[in-house]
């Protein structure tokens, strides 16, 4: 009988130690993104050939498998990068700033009136109602994989209703080198700055925008 306590004891002390280590492993210190917080680092000048231009963002979208809707982990699981919105959203905000920052001018969807004002008449428009104006383009973002290390995401650009773009980013930056919260959330911030302007120097998108 005593032998047995003696293994009942062991067994759950295994199991309470496997348990530990699972959500040790899943992100234990959470750092808190704000988009209202981010404010690009990078120099606006050395991307003043966009100033002038024009675009319209569309819907961001996360197919990343390695996050949560609210946010993303460290590489090595020790931290969670927790956005005050939905990851998605985090970043087209993000975005928004950015571009607004190296003067292109964001701006809104143009609606189809008929569609607007007669068919939908609580405001919503239609499918097919609304659309980036003639010769704007339109900027689409898709995650495929975030970590605080690595950030993979493709680019879509569309005009006047044709695909113009649509390629595959990686972005890395180093290692945090820190455990210092406020430290850790200006490299997320910095995440965003860099794939950013890695966009902008892209001969590709710097064509076709």
């Known amino acids: 009988m005593g032998k047995t306590k003696f293994w009942h004891k062991i067994f759950l002390i295994v199991v309470i130690g496997f ?4 959500c040790a492993t899943v992100g234990g210190t959470k750092i808190t ?9 990078f120099r606006s ?21 390695n996050t949560k809707t609210w946010g993303y982990y460290s590489a090595d699981n020790k931290y969670t990068y927790e956005s005050n919105d ?7 905000y993000c975005f928004e700033r950015a571009f607004k920052y190296v003067g292109v001018k964001v701006l809104d969807y143009q609606t189809d009136g008929q569609y607007y004002h007669h068919r939908y008449w609580w405001g919503a428009p239609g499918l097919g109602a609304y659309s980036a104006p003639k010769g704007v383009s339109e900027f689409q973002l898709i995650l495929t994989s975030v970590t605080d290390q690595e950030f993979k995401f493709k680019v879509l650009v569309f005009k ?3 695909t113009k773009m649509d390629k595959s980013f ?6 945090a080198g820190t455990d210092e ?21 892209d001969r590709d998108f710097r064509r076709v925008f």
């Not at 990686?170 to 290692?175: A, D, G, N, Q, R």
């Not at 910095?190 to 966009?199: K, Q």
């Open 19 to 22: 348990f530990l280590a699972a």
């Open 170 to 175: 990686s972005v890395t930056i180093p290692p």
């Open 33 to 41: 993104m704000n988009y209202e917080k981010y404010s690009p680092s």
């Open 86 to 92: 939905h990851l998605q959203n985090y970043f087209w």
């Open 45 to 65: 000048a050395d991307y003043a050939y966009m100033k002038g231009k024009k675009v319209v963002l569309a819907s961001f979208h996360n197919q990343a498998q």
């Open 160 to 162: 006047n209703g044709e």
């Open 181 to 201: 919260v406020p430290e850790l959330e200006k490299r997320a911030y910095s995440l965003v700055d860099v794939a950013f302007t890695t966009i902008m120097k």
